[in-house]
């Protein structure tokens, strides 16, 4: 193998030249507390969890509440249509028709603002715990600075 690469190529002393990250992370940083600032972000981390866990459980109640008010719309149609068969085309019954069919989209006009409502609940209530955190860090940010400054 040798015979194929006449050079010796010592992949240590290479690396040895380079500057070490060692150097670096013993380099004390006046007034910076790595115990502060990792406690920051394990709050961070656990409102960002808990806007999560909010915002499926909103949007697990928004599908459920979905496939109810689809499936009782569904029904209502079958009885709907199972009532107009048969019926003769008088102008009353277009009448009766028309108003049953008025009522029907109201109705799912009211179904589409409830959804949007549980939506919108949903977010607010990840917003707000993320607004929270936001908050509460700059907040620490504050005192941080204060006390350096000090």
Known sequence: MSDKFPFAFDFGAMTDSFPTMDKFFKTDFPAFDFGVFQEAQQKNMKALIEANKTAVNGYQ??????????EAAVAEAKDRFSGVQGQPMTAENAAENFESMKSAFEKNLGDLKEIAEL????????FDIIKARTEEAFAEMKDAAEKMAA
């Open 119 to 126: 939506a919108q609940a949903a977010n607010t209530g990840a």
């Open 61 to 70: 109640a928004l599908y459920k509440r979905q496939a109810e008010l689809f």
